[in-house]
């Protein structure tokens, strides 16, 4: 009886949750602790949004279970962002399923498509969910580059070449997280033609999709003529509308895979609850100027960031999308490993960030800053970040 869980044993322990166990336990001494290291947003929802949740709330025929793939309307609403934002036509009956966030919608496709032994490709770095949500599935991962160059496509060929069974599933998530990377349509439209010709599904991550900067849109996977052949996509309201609680995605794209999808969902769910769902609705067609404020807000802090951190000793690559920075270590601290780099900078700076070890290997050497913090917030982490450089012996004066 002592015997561990055949899944458990295919789950390393979250090395993230070490550097969350020490913040919390700082916090709880009184400490106070900047914490750069979760995604999780600090602005609210919309007004409107709200008082959509507590009207519909407030009626009683709205408590009771709700269909796993989502109400029409919010399906619909999903169908019209895709057209207004991306000039993709999907239908809402056979191609948008509504998910519990992004991260539900793809461990439970991976369930429905996966079986035992079958190959899957994944980032590396990547979100802990692009790789464990098949590996509890049975799946066994072989890792390509997150960077989208030239080593990339060499990664794909070696491993349709050399990889027994010959991977089925490709995911991609740009822009990344960890790493923050972006991708143009050139790149999804090569992508699209490999995956034709070899057979793979792709699965698409778009969960930062309105979290750009530089007035440089993201683009949708779904753009490339023939893309539903192959692909599917996963949006989240969490960035986008400050809705992360909510637990609010959508997976659209190739019907097969959406009917796969919302099989096993209705099984495993009720769907969300029927308010939520009917306030996602207002977010999706009503104003959308707060999705500007929100990228502007969080531009000005990277800005902020980046400039900050680099006058502390600490020059960061400024990124292009997402709520995150990906950092590599100071090259003086490069030997300590980012788990222990962000234990120190927990401990003596009281500056939270998460390790770049825990979402890979190919992590290692980095760590990962979630611009989640205020302006005045983010230049005190670099004032005390620059004491615990200068106490490490870092030269900061040319900072």
């Known amino acids: 009886m002592d015997e561990e869980f055949y899944r458990m044993k295919r789950l390393p322990p979250y090395v993230i949750a070490e550097v969350n166990a020490m913040r919390a336990a700082a916090r709880a001494s009184g400490r106070d602790i900047i914490d750069l290291g979760m995604g999780n947003p600090d602005l609210p929802p919309p007004a409107h949004v709200i ?10 025929d709205a408590h009771g279970y709700s269909a796993s793939s989502g109400i029409p309307g919010i399906r619909k609403a999903q169908a019209n962002y895709y057209s207004r934002r991306f000039a993709v036509d999907l239908d809402p009956e056979t191609e948008v399923v509504m998910t519990m966030g992004s991260k539900e919608g793809l461990a439970s496709l991976a369930t429905a498509i996966t079986a035992p032994g079958d190959v899957v490709l994944a980032p590396n770095p990547s979100y802990p969910i692009h790789t464990f949500g098949f590996i509890i599935a049975g799946a066994t991962i072989r890792s390509v580059p997150t960077t989208p160059d030239e080593r990339y496509w060499d990664s794909l060929e070696r491993a349709m070449k050399y ?8 995911i991609v998530n740009y822009p990344s997280n960890p790493t923050a ?12 033609a490999w995956a034709k010709e070899n057979k ?3 699965l698409s991550d778009l969960a930062y999709s309105e979290l750009y900067f530089d007035g440089n849109p993201t683009r949708s996977i779904l753009e490339v003529p023939g893309a539903k052949d192959v692909a599917v996509e996963f949006t989240s309201m969490s960035k986008t509308f400050s809705m992360a609680g909510w637990r609010v995605g959508f997976a659209v794209g190739n019907p097969h895979l959406i009917a796969a999808l919302k099989r096993v969902k209705s099984y495993l769910d009720y769907g969300a609850f029927t308010p939520i769902q009917a306030a996602a609705c207002a977010a999706l067609n009503g104003p959308q100027d707060i999705v500007e404020q929100n990228r502007q807000l969080y531009q000005k802090r990277r800005d902020v960031m980046v400039e900050a951190f680099g006058r502390a000793g600490w020059e960061i690559p400024s990124p292009k999308a997402s709520m995150f920075a990906w950092a590599p270590l100071p090259p003086a601290l490069m030997h300590l490993g980012s788990l222990e780099f962000s234990k120190q900078l927990l401990t003596h700076a009281e500056v939270a960030v998460a390790p770049g070890v ?10 990962r800053i979630a611009m989640v913090e205020n302006e005045q917030r983010l230049r005190q982490a670099a004032r005390n970040i620059k004491r615990y450089l200068q106490s490490m012996g870092v030269n900061t004066s040319a900072a």
């Open 358 to 367: 825990g979402y890979g290997e190919d992590g290692e050497g980095y760590v």
């Open 181 to 192: 990377e972006t991708v143009d349509l050139a790149f999804y439209e090569r992508l699209v």
């Open 51 to 60: 008082d959509k949740l507590c009207e519909v709330a407030r009626k009683p």
């Open 163 to 170: 990889s027994v069974p010959r991977p089925s599933v490709l």
């Open 200 to 202: 793979v599904w792709i």
